[in-house]
């Protein structure tokens, strides 16, 4: 995305949340030994999570108080947002009463019960080469699967055999709205996803590589990012910078940066006109100024097993 990388994905946070579906959260979270109906806390699992970011998952997790106990192994090629979410796991699990011992570039996450521990190893590398390397019980890949070849994300997938686990959640799948509806926007999200691997049909791509590899999804089910203001735009503040008035969170942040990378690569494309280009962003941050442009992009959670 345009900006702030760290920025982005910490104003994503809440849409992410909101899209992630609940039967692909189930099997990850059973599959780790902390779902609900999980009495008893699971064996220790070895989990590899390629493209980490700011460690969202994993704080989702830390604060649903759904923390597994073993080793995750949080990889991302991006140095800066890999410690910026090692920063915000440690001070988070403080906070929620986790005995915390920060060795070297690892963390060591402690109950509160103080009966069962996760280690966290973060690892600035590609996780392609991190997962070449050993085996794990689970792959995980947030926002990540629609980066890579649809053959990367098998042998990703494959790290977890035999009888472990992949679970790719919000995997974009090719689709694009603003609303309200635009002349321009048929130009401009044609000429987006142009610039993507397949079209951006990464989820459909990647899972029909699974199936055909024997380790179809258990689960493929819809979670789209949706975003939308309150549209009473009279007391809306910048919303390029501030947020948090017309739209929840910092999810105004979120929509800035989902236009300017739009624009940034429609440009680059050279495929829509200049000036088509330009009124189509006037307007869009206009709208995203009062709190009336809403946005919804297609994405895919994949979950299943690896024989
Ligand atoms: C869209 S972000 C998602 C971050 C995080 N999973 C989340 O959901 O908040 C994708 C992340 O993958 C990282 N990335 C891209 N290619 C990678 C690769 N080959 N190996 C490891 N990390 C990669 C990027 O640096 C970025 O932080």
Redesign the pocket.
Known sequence: MEGD?VAY?EA?RTV?ERAHSDAATRAFRAALGVGEGVDAEGDPVCVLE?????C??LRRLLADGALPAGEWVA????ER?LSAGRDLLREEAHAAGYGVDAGGVGLRLGSPDQEAALRVRFETR???DVASEGTFDGVVG???AD??APDDVLALARTAAPDGWYHLP?TFDGETRFEPSHPADGAVVDAFHATMRNRGRAATRVAETLREAGTPPAVDARSDWTVRGRGDGDDARDAGTSGGVVYPADEATFLRIVLDTVVASVRDAGAVGDATLSAWETERTEQLRRGELGYVAGNRDLFGRVP
Do not use: C, K
């Open positions: 990388d994905l994503a992410d390629a493209g980490a970011g700011t969202g998952l990889v991302d090629t991006d947002v590609d996780a392609r947030r926002s990540f980066l890579l919000l």
